[in-house]
Structures are given as C-alpha cells and as structure tokens.
C-alpha cells in the first residue's frame, strides 16, 4: 500500500467524519426547531419527538468520539490534521449540549399541558423573536463548519449580543407578567428556563464558531473579547 | 538520547499536565466557594475577587489546551496515554464552565446590592444546602482526577440526583416566596438563576467524574443510566 493510498484512505476517513459532524448537526438544529414549534403549538407529539430524538444525538456523540481517537491513535495527524480532529471533538461536545437544550424546553411543553397551565400563560409568541435569532445563528454556525468558512464564523460570534439583548427584554417582560397576576408565576418561572435555553443555543452557535476558526485558521479565540477577533483571526 | 529517556520525558509531560489541571481545578473551587460566600453575605469585595478571577481560569484552559496539542503532534501517545490526554481536554472545558458559574453568581451579587434588594430578600441561608452539595461534589469530582478513582468518581455521579432534588426544592420555596410578596419578583428571579447555577456546578462535576472513569478505565460512560454504571465501569 504505498503513501498516497494510506493518505487517500485518511482523507476518506476525515470527510466521513466531518459528514457525521454534519449530520448530528442537523439532526439538533431539526430538534431546536422543533422544541420551539411545539412551545408555540404546546404539541405534545412534537415533544415527545424531540425527547425521543435526543437519544440518537448522545449515541452519535459517543460514536464520533470514539472515531476521533481511534483515527488519532493510528495515524499520525499532521498539525492541521489533528487541529480538525481536535476542533471536532469539541464541536460535538457542544452539538450534545444544544440537544440537551431542546429537549428540556421539550419537556417543560410536556409540563405545562400536564399541568393544565398553558391556557393563561404568558404568549409564548412573544419568544420567536429570541427563538428565531438562535436557531438562525445555529444554522449559521453549521453552515461556517460545512465550508470552514472563519468569516461567516466571526458572524455568528458578534451576533451572540442581539440574543442575550432579546433574553434580557423577555425577562423584563415575564417579571412585569408575573406581577400582574403572580397565580401564573409557577408557569412563567418555566418560560424563564426556555428563554434561558434559547440563549444558551446562541451561546453554543457562538462556541461551535470558535471551533470553526481555530479548525480553519489555527487561532483559538475563545475569551478573546470582540475587539480582537478580527486581528486574532488575521 | 535513548528510548527511555524520551519516555521519561513524556511522562514528566504528562505529569505536568495533570498538576496544572489540579491548579485549575483548585481555582475554580475555591471561586464557587468565595461566590457562594459573597452572596451569603452580599460581600462586594468577594465577588469582585471571583470574576477577577475568571480571567486566569480561561487563560490556564487555553494553555493546557495548547499544550495537549502539541504533546499529541509531537509525541505518538499510545492508545492510553491518548485517552488522558483527551480526558484532560474534556475535563478542563468542564472546568472553564463550572468558573463561569462562580462569575454569573458573583455579577447577581453585585446587582442585587446595586439594586438595594438584597435587603428584603429570599433568604439565601436557604440556599446554603445545595451549595454545599455542589461544592462538595466538585471536591470529591477533583479528588478522584488527582487519585484516577474510579469508585470515587461513580459515587460523584450517583449523587447528582440529590442536588438535582435540592435544586427543585429551592425552585418551590422561591415560587412561594414570590407569590406572598410580588414586589420580591425581579430579585427572586435572580436567586432562580443562582440556584440553577448551582445545580450546574453538579452537573459539571458529574462530568468530571464521567471524564475520570474515561482516564482510568477506558470506559466511556456519558448518558449511561445509573443503574448500568456499575457494569460498564467492571
């Protein structure tokens, strides 16, 4: 077997890789949306199916895991190669923690039917703002990874702001709600916890962007405040 | 220079890397115990010490970070050495989080004395018991990564459900609260968040523990339910 077929092999082994970081990928934007659909409808099958889903994501973040290592022990990555290898690894770990997220706003759906308590509860029509600047700047981050595109990924970055502005607004709105008639605080402390979901997808769009530049560029730009990307990232 | 002495080398290496991770880890402790203090006694000094503090913990994960990489690119780590190094990788962005915890409560601090609500408050001895919890949890998580416990850090990952319990417990007594006096809201709403860091901090340390049993055994136990730890850890 000579060099370039070994090299051929290990390319083939790359792309599958960044293929399933793709697929897990769209598998928990798919969930995001689909949490922030049933909050709208308070369908309990959408729900349940977010829930129901969340087990295939932490099964593909084991799997892919366990491929990373196993390519690293056996090959002997480049530095460029084993930056990929590594920025993936992290990038899954985030991906786990955006499904973990969509399936808690999954199961407090579930909570608010049960409880009979979505009748008279805060318009949760009131979130799509924040549920649309989240999973956008999820979709966004996705996209960057697909191409290692570290623009698009600076993007997402700077955008983290408008959510936690949109966060900020709906908590002042559900406080002055809760006043107003404290007998739906019980309900609204859980919209809080959604609101604080969503901000949390945009903050995990926001980590998997870092990955995106340091997989492309070799910059780690985690903690580097938003003055500084730009020259960090050049 | 011979065989053994690279290996001899490489050991140092890694040595030095588990000691800084232990640094770390003894950081971020003592700035979720000095968080909880501040808000204990509304200390502004204390809660300016723990996001004073955030900085090194971010700077000392992007270090071990590079490190790791370069010790991977330079050295061929066998498949065990690998799994520490990943393990350590995974561990000290749980470290990170857990720092970030200790500043979102310790930025509460400030507002609510800011705010002057701190005076007619919820009282936060209450929360003084899943604090503990949690502070204890991320010892024995980081006593079991010094000593490579496996046991130890099983133990660390059954007892999440208890803080979990606690955090629910809170979540109910501050409902209550708020709904007697409506004008508490605002600030109570900021208690919510705490206590949900709180409950973090567990979570964080369960991961921990996961990460350790990962180091020690090669047993991958992320989203492994309670009652099959046993066996996939044997």
């Known amino acids: 077997m000579s060099d370039k077929h070994l090299s051929t092999q290990f390319d083939a082994e790359l792309s599958a890789i960044s293929s399933r970081v793709l697929e897990m990928g769209g598998l928990v934007e798919q969930q995001v949306c689909l949490a922030v659909d049933a909050l709208a409808e308070f369908s309990e099958a959408k729900a349940t199916e977010v829930i129901r889903t969340e087990q295939r994501v932490n099964q593909m973040e084991l799997e892919i895991d366990r491929d990373l290592s196993n390519i690293i022990a056996r090959r002997q990555p480049t530095a460029r190669d084993l930056r990929l290898l590594i920025g993936v690894s992290k990038t899954i770990g985030n991906l786990e923690r955006v499904g973990d997220e969509a399936a808690r706003i999954a199961r407090t759906v579930h909570r608010l039917v049960a409880n009979g308590t979505h009748g008279r509860l805060f318009p949760t029509t009131q979130m799509s703002n924040e549920a649309q600047l989240a999973t956008a700047s999820l979709r966004r981050a996705l996209d960057a990874f697909a ?88």
């Not at 408008?162 to 309900?187: C, H, Q, S």
């Open 147 to 234: 191409r290692l595109d570290a623009n698009q990924a600076m993007q997402v970055i700077k955008e983290d702001n408008e959510i936690d502005a949109e966060f900020d607004g709906l908590m002042r709105k559900l406080v002055t709600y809760m006043m107003e008639d404290p007998r739906t605080i019980t309900a609204s402390i859980d919209l809080v916890f959604v609101a604080k979901s969503l901000e949390r997808v945009g903050d995990h769009a926001k980590n998997l962007a870092e990955q995106v530049i340091y997989i492309a560029k070799g910059a780690d730009v985690r903690h580097t405040p938003l003055d500084g990307l730009e020259s960090a990232v050049s």
